[in-house]
């Protein structure tokens, strides 16, 4: 098939005969945002679509997203719902895909999923679907900037292509070991001695293809508050079928620091004792079949203009449908 995309200096192109790069940013906040866009919007190979699926429906966030789409001259959807005191990063990654799929996403698109506080390196998405060639999952990481190098993130950089900071010599020694670790991880599952979720995933930068997704019904949305639901998506491509891609050192983003959430070890993340459980590689809620929630709303903004929007429904089957925003439920 045919499809366009926007170029960082905001001009149409066709690129033919290949899967859609679809970018599936997760956020609950502002905090970093605008950054982690311009290097989205920096790309050498720009993704198809641009979602950004928060886990509330803060009017700060929509109002950001609007001008990022003007300022970087890209178009932007956004998926949003009222939080339900509960973190819920599972639901939040599938309404992402149930907008991709309402919104027109190809079937053979490749999902590339990264997190709000993380601005991705130049060559990112490129390196996600040239690594993807064979591989259903690829697996990136990510540069932990410290506080100083986040006060000091040099957006002119960025928008050369190069890193927001100085990295120093230990960040890429880290960042090259832990590649080498991975694959050493990979060989030993592909003559079956590695753990069931590895090499593991990390949320804030790994690409899924579409049919996989749909294959173990994305991620599983019993995993409510926070950790274990990446381990637990990863074990279950490869319970699936899925093969993986290393991609640790290539595929890079920058994260910006921020106060954390995780808990102290991974023993005591609220989601491990479901992990554990070795479920099924399908899940039973997840993109078709989700946990209740208020209809998550989409909104489409190209160059500062929303173009778009539309509620998502559930259907009798449990999968997703395009419902017309109601007056009432559009904000005055």
Request: charged content about 25%.
């Amino acid at each position: 098939m045919d499809c366009l995309y926007r170029t960082s200096g905001g001009s149409l192109r066709v690129r033919s005969d290949v899967s859609e790069i679809a970018l599936a940013m997760t956020t609950h906040t502002t905090r970093h945002l605008r950054r982690s866009l311009m290097g989205v919007a920096h790309q050498s190979r720009p993704p198809d679509r641009v979602v950004v699926s928060c886990d509330n429906h803060l009017p700060e966030i929509e109002s950001l997203l609007r001008e990022c789409s003007a300022e970087f001259k890209i178009p932007i959807t956004q998926v949003r719902r009222e939080h339900q005191n509960e973190c819920r990063l599972s639901q939040v990654r599938n309404n992402a895909v149930r907008a991709l799929k309402l919104l027109g996403a190809a079937s053979n698109s490749r999902v590339v999923y990264l997190d709000g506080d993380c601005c991705p390196a130049r060559d990112a998405v490129a390196t996600h679907e040239r690594a993807g060639a064979r591989a259903e999952l690829v697996i990136g990481f990510r540069i932990e900037l410290t506080p100083e190098q986040t006060d000091d993130f040099d957006e002119p950089a960025v928008q050369r292509g190069d890193a927001p900071a100085e990295i120093t010599a230990d960040q890429r020694r880290q960042l090259s070991a832990r590649d080498t670790r991975y694959r050493q991880q990979l060989f030993l599952r592909k003559i079956g001695l590695s753990k069931p979720h590895k090499p593991k995933l990390l949320g804030a930068n790994f690409s899924v293809t579409l049919p996989m997704l749909d294959r173990i019904n994305g991620f599983d949305e019993e995993f409510i508050g926070y950790g274990a639901e990446d381990d637990d998506a990863a074990r279950r491509i490869y319970l699936g079928g899925g093969r993986a891609a290393i991609a640790v050192r290539d595929a890079v983003v920058f994260h910006q620091w921020h106060p954390t959430r995780a808990a102290a070890s991974w023993d005591q993340a609220p989601g491990v004792a479901r992990f554990r459980m070795n479920l099924p590689f399908r899940c039973a809620h997840g993109i078709v079949n989700e946990i209740a929630q208020p209809s998550p709303e989409v909104v489409v903004f190209d160059n500062g203009r929303e173009i778009e929007r539309f509620a998502i429904g559930t259907n009798a089957n449990g999968a997703c449908e395009r419902r017309i925003m109601r007056p009432e439920l559009r904000e005055a």
